[in-house]
Every structure is written in structure tokens, then in C-alpha cells.
């Protein structure tokens, strides 16, 4: 089974925090996400990353940044963290072109910014 | 640009009865379509996708969605629910028509299913 892993499940950090959130899967997949979730309007894409060392802006990017140095690892970075990044964080990857469609999901990471 | 509707917030429906989640889609070439669940405090499941072939597809616990090109939608149906169903339910679209980045997909706004004793 695609295993989909997230540092934390729960954070809670002070506003002008830098913020690392961290993902890993172990299937050996290419492609990789994160989203974030807030009621009433579902998953927004932030970053995805289609190779290592490659990014991609997703629709919400201003206010994060990611890394991918590694082809099993992505991280999110909340360079100066703000309230209204008040959010559920969830990570996925899905294989390369022409093989799995769906994406796996982690587990979330809901982050509260006081 | 790709898009998702889910017209319904809350979908109420006494166990045993069948049960409808409703999504339509948009996009410039052929979809790739997809249903997500999510229990409480916990990341989104794969439930089925339509990539080509029947419209009927079937998945998970009983699910199954029907693929209709002529209205655009993706209506996901199980014959009698369970409390057991009751989650928040995702759709999801992706454009094969694009050629970069076309691994995005596109997610609606979801629809809770409450399935009631």
C-alpha cells in the first residue's frame, strides 16, 4: 500500500514563525502536492512539484514556498507564518505519467497561528 | 481552466435508503474523474475514478459513480446506505487535454453525508 506520511498531525505556532511541514512517501512516486482544506471550500493547491528540484505554483501560493531535494520528500515552507494560514495541511503524490491517476493522501496537519 | 461544482453542502439520508452525492465538472478535453472520502481528523481516501471505458465504475464500500459526458457529471450513488457512510465526501477533475502540469486535479468544494439511524 502507498504510504503517505506528515511530520505532525497537529501544530500550533506564533505569528512571524518560520514553519516547516514535511512530507514523505514511499512509493517511489514523481508527482507531489499540498493542499490546503478550509470549510466551505475545499482543497485549494498550493505547490505541487513534478520531479525533484522542481516546483510549480498552485492556485494559493503567495505566503508558502516548498523544497523537494529528495524524490521522496516535500516540504512546505510558512516563511513568516500568519493567522490566516490558520489551516487543515495535507500532502499527496501520485506516480508518473501514464501510470496511477489518483493521489494518495497523508494524514493532514492542522496548524494553528496565534 | 478546470473546474468542479458540488451543489449540495449536506446530504441527509435515513440508512437503508439509497443515497446520491451530486458533481458536475468542466473542462476543455476529456476528464479524468475522481471521488475522495474523508472521515474526521483524517487525510482523504480514494474511493473510484472514471479514466475511460463503462460509465458505471464501481469502487469502495459499495460505491459507484456514473460518468454522463452529455450533462457533465459525476453523480456518485451506493444502492442503501450505512451510518457507517456518513464522511465528507470530495469530487475531483483532471484535463487530459493539457499538456504541462496535468497531473493536477481540481476539487470541489465537498458535500457531508449524514446518514440517519
Redesign the interface.
Known amino acids: 500500500d502507498v504510504k503517505?506520511t506528515q511530520s505532525s498531525r497537529y501544530l500550533v505556532k506564533r505569528t512571524g514563525e518560520k514553519v516547516f511541514l514535511e512530507c514523505v512517501q514511499d512509493m517511489d512516486h514523481e508527482?507531489m502536492?499540498w493542499?490546503r482544506q478550509d470549510p466551505?471550500?475545499?482543497?485549494?493547491?498550493i505547490y505541487?512539484s513534478?520531479d525533484v528540484k522542481m516546483k510549480?505554483k498552485?492556485d494559493i501560493p503567495e505566503g508558502y514556498s516548498v523544497s523537494r531535494e529528495k524524490k521522496e520528500r516535500f516540504s512546505l515552507i510558512l516563511e513568516s507564518a500568519s493567522t490566516n494560514q490558520t489551516s487543515m495541511y495535507?500532502c499527496?503524490s501520485?506516480g508518473a505519467?501514464g501510470q496511477d491517476?489518483?493521489?494518495?493522501?497523508?494524514?493532514?496537519t492542522?496548524l494553528t497561528v496565534t | 481552466a478546470q473546474s468542479v461544482a458540488q451543489p449540495e453542502d449536506q446530504v441527509n439520508v435515513a440508512e437503508g435508503n439509497p443515497l446520491t452525492v451530486k458533481c458536475t465538472y468542466s473542462v476543455s478535453g476529456n476528464p479524468y474523474l475522481f471521488w475522495y472520502v474523508q472521515y474526521p481528523n483524517r487525510g482523504l481516501q480514494f474511493l473510484l475514478k472514471y479514466i475511460t471505458g463503462d460509465n458505471l465504475v464501481k469502487g469502495s464500500y459499495g460505491f459507484e459513480a456514473e460518468f454522463n459526458k452529455s450533462q457533465t457529471s459525476f453523480h456518485l450513488k451506493k444502492p442503501s446506505a450505512l451510518v457507517s457512510d456518513s464522511a465528507l465526501y470530495f469530487c475531483a477533475v483532471r484535463d487530459t487535454s493539457i499538456n504541462f502540469g496535468n497531473e493536477k486535479l481540481t476539487f470541489g468544494t465537498g458535500t457531508r453525508l449524514t446518514i440517519i439511524p
Open positions: 503517505v508527482n502536492f493542499y466551505g471550500l475545499g482543497l485549494r493547491l505541487f513534478y510549480e498552485g495535507l499527496a501520485s505519467r491517476y489518483e493521489q494518495y493522501f497523508g494524514p493532514g492542522r
